[in-house]
Nanobody, 121 residues
Framework: QVRLVETGGGLVQAGGSLQLSCAAS????????MGWYRQAPGKKRELVAL???????NYGDAVKGRVTISVDNVEKTGWMQMNGLEPEDTAVYYC???????????????WGQGTQVTVSS
């Protein structure tokens, strides 16, 4: 089956850095957009960073200037680094991608399982 597998996350000290990865598995023809969203308790899911099919990157206002994202279209894998984390960055981080499965040949939205990131003050 086609899915997104996330790695990284965990406990981060205030002022520290975070590295996350996201890999598409299964029979995937192409990778379109790939990036991350996050959701804290009691809050709506918000954009962190997204590399689009137009080869541009969109950033959420709360993290802009602190995030770097890279995507390998051959390996169908993405990496995100965030610097200067603070307690307000505590959330579940979800990988998102547009993948084209071999069977359907139709670009489709996919979400990763999510990874908890907790920033300690």
């Amino acid at each position: 089956q086609v899915r997104l597998v996330e790695t990284g996350g965990g406990l981060v000290q205030a002022g520290g850095s975070l590295q996350l990865s996201c890999a598409a598995s299964g029979s995937v023809l192409r990778l379109g957009a790939m990036g991350w969203y996050r959701q804290a308790p009691g809050k709506k899911r918000e954009l962190v960073a997204l590399s689009t099919s137009l080869s541009t990157t969109n950033y959420g206002d709360a993290v802009k200037g602190r995030v770097t994202i890279s995507v390998d279209n051959v390996e169908k894998t993405g990496w995100m680094q965030m610097n200067g984390l603070e307690p307000e960055d505590t959330a579940v981080y979800y990988c998102y991608a547009i993948l084209t499965p071999l069977h359907s040949e139709i670009p489709t939205d996919y979400w990763g399982q999510g990874t908890q990131v907790t920033v300690s003050s």
